[in-house]
């Protein structure tokens, strides 16, 4: 059992609107920024925030049309396959980056070795990056386009209820589950409350010697990211683990069905605790805020010059224009 569709469509449309624009001022200062594209830590969020714009761009909205309306966008296979093909592939990549930077992050703080040429680099840094965003897409794209399926379009279901083709194969739908979900989210919940004992362990045994303010903004800015992980995928994630080792659906089916529909509120989510995790984008924020609010003060009222003849001379007096 799923949420009800109003408070679906609802849930969803008052955070997409403010999700895409923070998304998109993260995305600028990112790019623009010197000191933030220079930063091989925010490499893996650039990436992460550019696949979450596009995922909010068409597979949410059409989500959120869905959940208003009650039948799909556009009543074709293709639009079908497509919405199934961008809806699995995006939020895979999505998961798949994040798992990435959580190993990253001990890479990068304990290990920086592994940085210091540029093949190094290339092999613990870009190739990840590169292999993690494809993958999702070559996979999914051999499952709904090239695997036969016959499951019947329904233009009246989520995604037109063709994501059971990935179950017509056993061995492609344990994979899937296993590889593409279950490890990533595992991955990037545990190594992100390792990181956190691993730093201050360090950071007690060593003292002063650990360079923590080094490490601090990489450090917030996963561990803020992966706290939504823990809270809104942990239940998917806890149900999913155990349907895919032989746990009967009959057992917690229905709130499965509202934690799948929870989960996808990360997506919305990540460009929000980006911008909060990072002491350099609040700022900026704050300071558009303010000129904003400058901007609209209302000007009072101008005073203008008005004469009177009064016998032989002029008097000038003042009046104002509301």
């Not at 994040?98 to 290339?122: G, P």
């Not at 016959?150 to 179950?167: A, S």
């Not at 899937?176 to 691993?198: E, G, H, W």
Request: charged fraction near 15%; charge should be positive; hydrophobic fraction near 50%.
């Amino acid at each position: 059992m799923s949420l009800p569709a109003v408070v679906t469509f609802w849930l969803y449309l008052i955070f997409l609107i403010p999700s895409i624009i923070f998304c998109i001022f993260c995305l600028y200062y990112f790019l623009t920024d010197s000191r933030f594209r220079k930063a091989l830590y925010n490499h893996v969020f650039v990436v992460i925030l550019f696949f979450t714009l596009f995922y909010e761009l068409t597979d949410i909205i059409w989500f959120i049309y869905y959940s208003h309306t009650g039948i799909v966008l556009s009543s074709t296979p293709m639009f079908c396959l497509i919405w199934i093909y961008v809806d699995y592939s995006g939020y895979v990549t999505i998961l798949l980056l994040m798992s990435w930077a959580a190993i990253e992050r001990h890479i990068l703080i304990f290990h920086q070795n592994c940085m210091a040429t540029l093949v190094k680099r290339f092999l613990f840094h870009y190739l990840p990056l590169i292999v993690f965003s494809i993958y999702p897409f070559i996979f999914y794209f051999v499952i709904f386009f090239v695997m036969p399926c016959d499951v019947p379009f329904n233009y009246r279901k989520q995604r037109c209820g063709h994501g059971f083709c990935l179950f017509n194969n056993v061995l492609v739908g344990i994979w899937d589950a296993i590889a593409d979900y279950i490890v990533p989210a595992f991955i990037t919940i545990i190594l992100s409350i390792a990181l956190i004992i691993r730093v201050w362990y360090i950071k007690y045994r060593n003292g002063q010697r650990f360079q923590w303010k080094r490490y601090k903004k990489m450090t917030v800015q996963l561990i803020s990211i992966s706290f939504l992980y823990f809270v809104l995928y942990l239940p998917f994630l806890i149900l999913n683990t155990a349907y895919t080792a032989g746990l009967s659906t009959d057992i917690g089916f229905d709130f499965f069905g509202t934690s799948a529909d929870l989960s996808y509120l990360i997506v919305l989510f990540i460009p929000f605790m980006c911008t909060i995790s990072s002491p350099e984008l609040r700022r900026k924020f704050q300071k558009i805020t303010r000129t904003c609010r400058r901007s609209r003060r209302i000007v009072g009222p101008a005073p203008l010059p008005v004469y009177h003849l009064r016998r032989d001379r002029v008097v000038k007096r003042t009046s104002s224009i509301h």
